[in-house]
């Protein structure tokens, strides 16, 4: 059993910023990478990337150079695409940039309103007058079937 600790081939990595390092770092975070699959993408356990933000600088500095590269290219398109008269790049510039938001407002006009009690009482007083307009006539006639429901027909119906 000792020998097969000893057989374990251990050789501890050297840890540095190094100009390949650095790139790989600015590269995947202008792609947009982040966390440990950014680690990974430049060549590096999590742990060890973190031990590397945190003992040198220029590691930070290559992550955030790249996304900031990353965002002047994006921004650079989306302008461009709104100078040529793109509206929704144009909405997209205006929204992210200046917190412009369109108006969420609906009109309603209320001088279309039905009131449902005043056509019920115009209604009820067509029939208890007896004005029944040459339109209305089949919408007043008594119903061909037998219906629980009340209207006015079936009461003036029983009363005969």
């Known amino acids: 059993m000792d020998n097969a600790f000893r057989s374990i081939p251990f050789e501890p990595r050297e840890l540095k910023a190094t100009p390949d390092v650095l790139e790989r770092i600015y ?3 202008k792609l947009g990478i982040k966390g440990d699959a950014l680690a990974f993408a430049a ?3 999590p742990i060890e990337y973190r031990r590397l933000l945190a003992l040198d600088h220029a590691a930070s500095i290559a992550e955030a150079k790249g996304r ?3 965002e002047v290219e994006a921004a650079s398109v989306v302008r461009t695409a709104a100078l040529e008269g793109d509206s929704k790049a144009a909405i997209a510039l205006l929204t992210m940039l200046h917190q412009w938001a369109p108006e969420q407002k609906i009109s309603v006009d209320i001088k279309s309103q039905i009131s449902i009690t005043a056509a019920l009482q115009q209604a009820e007083s067509r029939v208890i007058e007896g004005r029944v ?5 089949v919408a007043l006639a008594a119903p061909q079937t037998t219906s629980l429901a009340y209207t006015p027909e079936t009461s003036y119906a029983a009363a005969k």
């Open 27 to 29: 590269a995947a975070s």
């Open 43 to 45: 060549g590096l356990l």
């Open 68 to 70: 900031a590269d990353s």
């Open 133 to 137: 307009l040459s339109d209305e006539d």
